[in-house]
């Protein structure tokens, strides 16, 4: 066992917080500089087992300083949302959807925004969820995903593990955090924070600008009439990132300033190479806010599975994502939002 593996090892079994590199770099200390000069340090094998046993009695300190997301409810909770099945617009599996969301969110400030979309197959009823979290500071971040599934996939048993039910988990689980941070009428340390639930991000027919994300379109044309959009200080939107296999790339409509923010987020949890190593452009629910000058990121990863294999396909199953991911998107979403509140 050499310090190269110790190191190596911790990084494997807890993930760098800043605590964590302290007693890394106090133990490269010994172990280069001091161990060659005071002789009761002994060898490098005693060295090693003195280490270990100091960072065994300060473990607990260390799962306390970094008090990661619960990745793992919100992987319960797109579980649970997977399992109503597929949710395609007019579909019974999308009526099971809305009262999913619908009871969870019974005891929050939830808004139900129904709209008639204008689609290839006529008039489709749908309807948005926007959650809100109140805060002290004036203006609001907004979390948004879609819901729903693809209406030309209904008879593939397409459930959306990923592309949906995923994210639709990891709004719920920062909903849990939300809830908690504002129990008994107190208010978010900085802005208010909104979470939407879109329906129809996916095209009825055929992908275009006219059939695809009528949810966020019929949103942010309401949210600029009523004078909303003027509040917003930033549109954060997750999609597909629940994948086991996590690279999300850096998405070219989105703001500058937004992807600096989310890679910094990033960085502070040491998940820096799940971010941004590729880049492309992507039509996804914050088009319509990028449009209207809402400062907007998309946090996607579009490379799923063997050449994009399980990409809208009856392989997007729950065993093809997973809570790490999710913790992952979660520390980072939630450092974001703190960040932007600094600003
Ligand atoms: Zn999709």
Redesign the pocket.
Known sequence: MDSGFLTRASAGILRASSFERFLLEMWETVNHRLAPRVPFLGTGRARTLLFLVAWILLAPLTVRAQAHFDGAKAYEYAREFAAIGPRWPTGPGHAKAEQFLRSHFAHDSCEEDTFTADTPIGAVPMRNFIVRFKGSRNGIIVLGTHYET?YPLRNINFV?AN??ASTTGLLMAIADRLREQTAHRKLLDGYSVWLVFFDG??AIQTWSDSDSTYGSRHLAARWGRDGTLSRIKAFLLAD?IGDKNLDIQRETNSTPWLIELVAQAAKKFGDERYFFQTEMAVSDDHLAFVQRGVPSIDVIDLDYGPDNSY??TAQDTMDKISAHSLTIDGDVFLETIRLIDQR
Do not use: F, V, Y
């Open positions: 693809n959306g592309d949906g991000e996916e597909m990409h809208h």
